[in-house]
């Protein structure tokens, strides 16, 4: 028994409270393991000779190099503690609690301090994300290319829509009306999501150099025009997400011109990180004496621990809200900034709408700004990057599976079943560029995608198969003709979409494992009710599937033979 790979932390993401009186817990162990039993109980009722409960954990996921073990467990007095006997494959048992290992024997067992303790579950305190992000396939859109539905509000130097190739200051004139015009088209699709990349003025094309957050871009449209795009989405069963960028402002911002105008005596000095004045470039050695989002000049970073900035991004989220009524915020950069700004934002957004959904732009794996006051969930690569990799054979099966459990693992499951994931955004290489220009690919790796625990995302385009290198070529302009319905992307992705808000919460409760065969990989979900496969091969040749059922989409499967390439996604024993 490899004793180092046993690890649990108490009020972690090895335990979720899921509901008043439950609990989700979790151990992680190597390989070696048999079986695991969790024996706990209410502290007081035990010492006043209440017996101890014990239950089998279920296996669970499964890592490259680690066991996960996983059980809910209802606590009718809200106070818990626990402790976990583990057999190894040879037969020997030992104790693991608060204080360690120690010796699976009844005078152990005895002893209150080896046990972890949850003193009381507060509902309060889990931090349950807003319940209708897990039925929410959201669909982000870069509004400058999306469509332009107003051309008296074009910039200057506005480009002939879908003309290129793009260049970092193209402009095509994509605007909100442009949006308002085509939300039927995403009603169709099934979208009831809408990501807007930044909205508010910036003399970018981008909008991530901010100047005014309480503004829409003219270029975009006006305040007006963004509430009716709010209220039409709305009555279409639509939330609404807008980005913010609070890492950094942009040069051309009125906080900015002023620490330029007046320097050290500027009201607005110390909302940056400056090492000295007046800000700017030194002539000889080209480097900034004020820090910046990367190395980018226009882009200067705010000191997010000066109270007078928390207090002023506060109030420009909180208008938003309540002003226009949106449903969502997705926060720039959000792990540059410090954690008490966010502690202190989130708890302000959520005072104004208590369900709103607030996610944090990361790369990595970023349990530490997921619940504890922060936000509900961060943008998923980690979890949906690797999918690409998987079809383009660049991972082996076993090895993508083993990554995709590990993130699985990184999250409390509330938070897990509203993660954001996309193959592609505006700050990567489009999927079916990446995947070699097969859509076939990118039908696969939406289906295995839209079978994983999240909430899922399609960048624009995706149904019209809009391809697209690495930025600013993946910012290309939505292309509205032939219309994307009539293109072979279309159906597949709609067939997809809709399926997944059909099973919300099948996919939110049901158990997830993989098969791997030669060159093929299953995930299977399954609960009482159902079991849902996703088949993919990704040999070189036809094989036979194990699968009968009702086909909800596939590519390559005539029978019971599944084609090199293939995939399906097939619901069984549906009662």
Known sequence: ??????????????????????????????????????????????????????????????????????LTVTVPTNRLIYGFQITGNDGKTIGYGDDGLFTDEATQWAITGHYFHLPYLHVSDAE?????????????????RFANGDQTNDPAKVQPWGQGPVQRDSFYGGDLRGIIDHLDDLADLGINGLYLCPIFTSPSNHK???????????HFGTKRDFQELVDAAHDRGMRVMLD????????????????????????????????DFPVGQDAKTGELNYETF?????????????????DYLIEITSYWLRQ??????????????????????????RAVKPDVYLLGESWHTSASLVGNGQFDAVMNYPLTQPILSLFNQTVTIADYVGKTNLQLCQYRQPNQQVMFNALDTHDTARALTVLQDDPQKVQAALTLMMLLPGAPCLYYGTEAGLAGGPDPDNRRCMPWEPAPKTTAMYPIVQKLVKWRRSQTEFLATSQLSWQIHDGWLQLIRKDATQTVVGSFNLSQHSQTSAVVGKTIVSAGLTGDQLAADGFSLQVLNKR
């Open 1 to 70: 028994m490899q004793l180092a790979g046993i690890l649990h932390r108490p009020e972690s993401e090895d335990t979720a409270v899921l509901a008043d009186h439950q609990v989700l817990i979790r151990l992680q162990t190597a390989q070696d393991i048999q079986s695991v039993t969790l024996k706990y109980a209410d502290m007081y009722l035990w010492q006043a000779g209440a017996p101890m409960k014990t239950t089998t954990m279920q296996r669970g996921l499964a890592t490259q190099a680690a066991q996960y073990w996983t």
């Open 128 to 144: 349950l994300p807003p319940a209708w992000v897990k039925d929410t396939v959201w669909y982000q859109i870069f509004p400058e």
């Open 208 to 218: 991530y150099d901010t100047l005014d957050h309480f503004e829409i871009d003219p």
């Open 244 to 275: 913010a960028v609070f890492n950094h402002f942009g040069t051309a911002s009125p906080q900015w011109q002023d620490v330029v105008k007046n320097g050290a005596q500027s009201r607005f000095a110390d909302w940056f990180h400056i090492h």
């Open 294 to 310: 990367g190395t980018a000049a226009m882009m200067p970073k705010l000191n997010t621990q000066n109270p007078a900035v928390r």
């Open 324 to 349: 226009l009524d949106i449903d969502a915020w997705r926060f720039d950069v959000a792990d540059e900034v410090d954690h008490g700004t966010w502690r202190a934002i989130c708890a302000a957004l």
